[in-house]
């Protein structure tokens, strides 16, 4: 049974809400399972990467740079495929094949022998997080309410998050004795090479990282029944003149003269839209731009400016600020709780604040302290100083960058051609992300630690131009009034 709430609000269309809001939480919550299952499998790879690294014996910046960001050519591939194959099959079917790619790529992780193997289910299981990093979103954008909008596409980065932070303590708690394996085998005064080549042959390179990979399969396959389980997006139902499936649904959420008030919104919309061209020829026609760039710069930014590192080269990162492995574990643990409390910040603050607000806090934010961190770093200091600037760089992200970001890409694009154009500015967040996570042990060695963080502080500034300059304020209205309001129709 479904426990609901009936909490009356005005609405654009003049017709009072009767929230049925334990059901719109429901399904929000399944299909934000995909950003679980995206942060998790996101960040796995930076606990395993100490012991996978030495079980592959990997060594050159290209062999380190590649291991840790494979799996970004997966995303884009799925993310590109996203926009096309939902617009013609629907959200859900897309979103459940990939709740399979996140279980089955998972195992193949755990069970693989050789690099190439490896790299392989590294880059399916990047398919799976191009598909749920659009479709998550987009789903939830288009079931919820207006005026809940903002929170529930912020739920899905919750879930990244704590998809995130699951990943960390689970990767802890693998090698939480590895510390005292290593003095009780070799004693305290060991050196780097013979600690190395004891984590290489013992439980801990051989196996242990074998199962942070594995242990995500287990979400995964709750996240495919609950697909199995939740109805199809009411606006793509509309758009295949699907009316009645799409009024059931809609009436569930929020009573008969909802659903009517929302089908004759949605359909004046599609009605204005049934000469003009659809698909991927239109999002790049020149009327759809300044929302492409829009779209696209936002993806970029939030890339950028420089946060996925930490979580990809976390140990690079705390080793450069004198932390042992031990401690690295323990720290990264850290950054994904600091993480998890300030993503409630932003569930608290973005439909009441606002998008663009946040986003500026964000930007400025992040440019502060990591020229802070840059400072640090420049002047050889080490150890808590270093620590809680970065987890004050992900405490800001989570409240700013990170879930805003989503929501706004969800919500700016006209609903004929949402998944093409979304499908669009994902691909350029994953291709951005490439780059970052790719260039990063280039840049370190290049610049040093304090040269590349204020290389990123950088960007954090030209992003905060471009949002103060660019972005509209999207908070409380309708997709079909912020469509109206983008391409200037009324």
């Not at 510390?179 to 005064?189: F, P």
């Not at 060695?445 to 204020?454: N, P």
Request: charged letters at 15%.
């Amino acid at each position: 049974m479904v426990i609901g709430s009936s909490s009356p609000a005005p609405q654009n269309s003049g017709v009072p809400e009767k929230l049925n809001t334990g059901y719109i939480w429901l399904i929000s919550i399944v299909a934000a399972m995909g950003g679980l299952l995206f942060g998790w499998d996101w960040v796995v790879v930076g606990g395993a990467k100490p012991f996978f690294e030495r079980y592959f014996q990997l060594t050159t910046e290209a062999q380190i740079g590649w291991a840790n960001s494979c799996a970004l050519i997966g995303c884009l591939v799925g993310a590109m495929g996203a926009g096309v194959l939902s617009d013609r099959f629907g959200r859900k079917p897309l979103l459940t094949l990939a709740a399979l790619l996140f279980a089955v790529t998972s195992i193949g992780n755990g069970l693989a022998d050789t690099f190439t193997s490896f790299i392989i289910w590294r880059i399916l299981g990047g398919v799976a997080i191009g598909l749920a990093s659009s479709l998550s979103p987009m789903y939830i954008s288009e079931v919820a309410p207006a005026r809940m909008r903002g929170k529930l596409v912020s739920i899905n980065q919750l879930t990244i998050v704590v998809g995130i932070l699951v990943a960390q303590l689970v990767n802890w708690w693998l090698v939480r004795d590895l510390g005292a394996s290593i003095e009780v085998a070799l004693g305290t005064d060991a050196t780097a090479a013979a600690k190395d080549e004891f984590i290489r042959n013992s439980w801990f390179g051989q196996t242990g990282w074998r199962w942070m990979f594995a242990l995500t399969a287990l979400p995964s396959i709750l996240f495919f029944i609950g697909m199995l389980l939740v109805p199809e997006s009411p606006r793509w139902l509309l758009q295949r003149g699907r009316s009645s499936e799409a009024s059931k649904t809609l009436s569930r959420i929020g009573g008969p003269e909802y659903a009517a008030a929302a089908v004759s919104e949605i359909h004046s919309a599609l009605d204005s839209e049934k000469n003009a061209q659809s698909g991927l020829r239109e999002v790049f026609s020149p009327g759809m731009g300044r929302i492409l760039v829009l779209g696209i710069t936002l993806a970029v930014f939030q890339q950028w400016c420089g946060i996925n590192v930490v979580f990809n080269y976390a140990e690079e990162i705390f080793r450069a600020a004198g932390y042992d492995i031990s401690d690295v574990l323990a720290n990264i643990a850290w950054t994904g709780s600091v993480n998890l409390v300030f993503t409630f910040v932003a569930l608290a603050t973005v439909d009441r604040m606002g998008r663009r607000p946040l986003m500026l806090f964000g930007a400025v934010g992040l440019a502060v302290i990591y020229g802070a961190l840059g400072l640090c770093f420049a002047a050889g200091i080490k150890g808590l100083p270093v620590l809680l600037l970065v987890l004050a760089a992900i405490g800001c992200y989570s409240m700013s960058l990170a879930p805003v970001v989503w929501v706004v890409i969800s919500e700016i694009f006209p609903n004929r051609i949402r998944g093409a154009a979304m499908s669009v500015a994902v691909m350029a967040l994953w291709v951005a992300c490439f780059v970052l996570t790719y260039t990063f042990p280039y840049l370190n060695k290049a610049l040093g630690a304090a040269g590349t963080f204020w290389v990123y502080g950088g960007i954090c500034i030209a992003g905060f131009i471009f949002v103060l300059t660019s972005l509209p304020e999207t908070k409380g209205k309708s997709l079909e009034q912020i469509e109206s309001d983008l391409m200037g129709t009324k």
